[in-house]
């Protein structure tokens, strides 16, 4: 079957470091993505990962271990708008399957 | 820029009204998908299409229909709407890449229905 676990809820303070991890089980692997979605809008693409190793664009970073179907995005220098959902995805044999979603709050 | 867009923002509906909601994208991408997003449910595939006149039961298709007459246009249908389909409708697309791969998802702005 397919499955994609992620963390309900986080909250972290501005200008901290936080990592959302997202452990998948899915039928073949052709990629892991991950999406933010701010509350009433539609999710916006933030990375993308086929290979181990980790993906660094600007505050946020993206990390993949294959063998152990295990993700993780790192959000740097956390800003008040950084406040949204993250969606972890992955591709396999079938459309993507999305996990539930991380709600994250950034406090002052 | 990808842009997706959908024909409604919100919509109200009564029970057992037929519901269309129209998805429009205009960078010429093969794949087409619905999805419906709930609270603590994440987002569902409802169906999709990965080309005009196709189309694929995703994982809650009951009560829905979809149409793909043009290559850029994909119409999620409520046949007769009820109270349990209040939710977000989403459309997204993406181009198809090699050995059945597809590109990144790019999302509307989604519909937020409501069924009296």
């Known amino acids: 079957g397919q499955n994609i676990d992620q963390p309900t809820e986080m909250t972290a303070t501005e200008g901290a470091i936080v990592q959302i991890n997202c452990t998948y089980q899915t039928s073949g692997f052709n990629g892991l993505f991950w999406y933010q979605q701010h509350a009433g809008e539609a999710p916006t693409f933030l990375s993308y990962?086929?290979?181990?190793g980790l993906e660094e664009k600007g505050r946020f970073s993206s990390f993949l271990s294959r063998s152990k179907g295990y993700s993780y995005l790192l959000l740097k220098e956390l800003q008040m708008k950084d406040s949204a959902s993250y969606l972890c995805a992955v591709e396999g044999n079938t459309p993507l399957v999305f996990g539930k979603g991380t709600r994250l709050s950034v406090i002052a | 820029d990808v842009k997706v867009t959908q024909s409604s923002r919100y919509l109200v509906k009564r029970t057992g009204e037929k519901v269309f909601l129209e998805c429009v994208q205009d960078?010429?991408?093969?794949?087409m998908f619905w999805y419906r997003q709930d609270p603590g449910l994440g987002l569902r595939l409802i169906y999709f299409s990965y080309d005009v006149k196709m189309k694929e039961k995703g994982d809650i298709p009951e009560g829905y229909s979809v149409s793909r007459e043009k290559k850029e246009r994909f119409s999620l249908i409520l046949e007769s709407a009820s109270t349990n389909q209040t939710s977000m409708y989403l459309c997204a697309s993406s181009l198809s890449l090699e050995r059945g791969r597809q590109e990144t998802q790019y999302f509307g702005p989604g519909t937020r229905l409501l069924v009296l």
């Open positions: 960078m010429d991408h093969e794949n």
């Open positions: 990962n086929v290979l181990d």
